[in-house]
């Protein structure tokens, strides 16, 4: 396979390397928010919370688009959320095989 494949494949892991962008894509997998509604469910200002969402946007997991002065985020790639999945089966695996189990995680 290509290198330029694999590094950009590291770039999408990387944007997704943060419990809060995992925590953005979460709420977009449930449809479209206006960034002033995503922002009450942050503890962060709103330019913070925008370099995380500019990250995301930046590999395409990510787009928006204006509604008046509105920003309307969703996800570009609905797709990644098949990623989540897969790591929630690693988290599980591993949680059977050490005995140990992740709150939230259903063994």
Sequence with gaps: MNKEIFK????VMKA???PIRLEIVDHLSRGERCMCELQPLFRMNKSTLSRHIAALKNVGIVSER???VRIILKLATPCILKVFECVTGV???EARRTGGLLKGVKA
């Design 91 to 93: 988290i599980r695996s």
């Design 66 to 68: 204006r509604d008046g």
């Design 8 to 11: 950009a494949r590291a770039r």
């Design 16 to 18: 997704l390397a943060s």
